[in-house]
């Protein structure tokens, strides 16, 4: 009977202890889910527009003038632009690395009539510039929120300008120059889809001096004059990124 006893009782304690001992097993590995991640790897097409203005300081031998300080006289130009570009990206981790081309058309342009009618430039000929079109060649670096690219954006600048000089008298000057120079900027682009990926971006150009020569005089009899122009834009986008499937973060 005792041995019946004890045997009942140890069976009892097992199947108390039991439910304990296996709260502290290890329970079945679960594998963590998978978060997709978009890949901004790859080569892109696309189109973009906007508008921008543009700074026109002008010097001749008359010198500075007062309240221009630097330049004979300045003046200002606004307009829009579109065009079409084209790059490739190579992302590393969350660091976005690429080269990008563009051709743009404008229609910025301006002039200081204004300004010359109301006396406040030493001057009597009215100037205008008008950058008809351009394109750069450019290296790009940023990083990446997943959909988010914010970058950064540089090279080399090319710009077709046409100025214009009007004298009351002597009549009218027009050349075209192709100016070289820089470009630098920054922006934000945004996947909205696996291809597709829209972006809004703030560029500034700087096409360098040109000069309009005279021998002793301009063709319109003015003192020979040298151009400062410098252009600020901003532009939206929409581009084609070929092969835009998303990749797996672990």
């Known amino acids: 009977m005792k041995r019946i006893l004890l045997t ?17 097993l290890p329970t079945a590995y679960t594998k963590a889910p998978v978060s997709p991640t978009y890949d901004w790897s790859g080569f892109y097409v696309g189109v973009f527009g906007g508008g921008g203005w543009g700074n026109h300081d002008i010097n001749d031998a008359l010198g500075p003038s007062t309240p221009f300080g630097n330049a004979t006289a300045n003046y200002s130009s606004q307009g829009g632009l579109g ?12 660091y976005v690395i690429g080269i990008e081309a563009d051709g743009f058309w404008s229609g910025i ?14 001057i009597t000929s009215v100037d205008e510039d008008n950058l008809r079109w351009g394109g750069t060649l450019r290296a790009r670096g940023g990083f990446t929120v997943d959909r988010w690219l914010m970058f950064f954006t540089g090279g080399w600048a090319y710009g077709d300008l046409v100025h214009t000089n009007t004298d009351p008298v002597n009549g009218v000057d027009q050349f075209t120059t192709h100016g070289n120079g820089l470009t630098a900027g920054a922006g934000i682009e945004y996947a909205m889809t696996s291809n597709l990926i829209a972006k809004v971006e703030y560029r500034y150009y700087n096409f360098n001096q040109y000069s309009r020569s005279g021998t002793p005089l301009t063709p319109n009899g003015q003192l020979p004059y040298t151009v400062d122009s410098s252009y600020s834009v901003i532009t939206l986008g929409l581009n084609y990124k070929f092969g835009g499937a998303v990749v797996a973060k672990y």
């Open 8 to 24: 009942t009782v140890s069976l009892g304690v097992l199947g108390l202890v039991s439910p304990a001992l296996g709260a502290d």
């Open 109 to 122: 342009k301006g002039n200081d009539a204004a300004a010359i009618a109301s006396g406040a430039f030493p």
């Open 83 to 94: 065009g079409i570009e084209g790059g490739f990206n190579y992302q590393s981790g969350r």
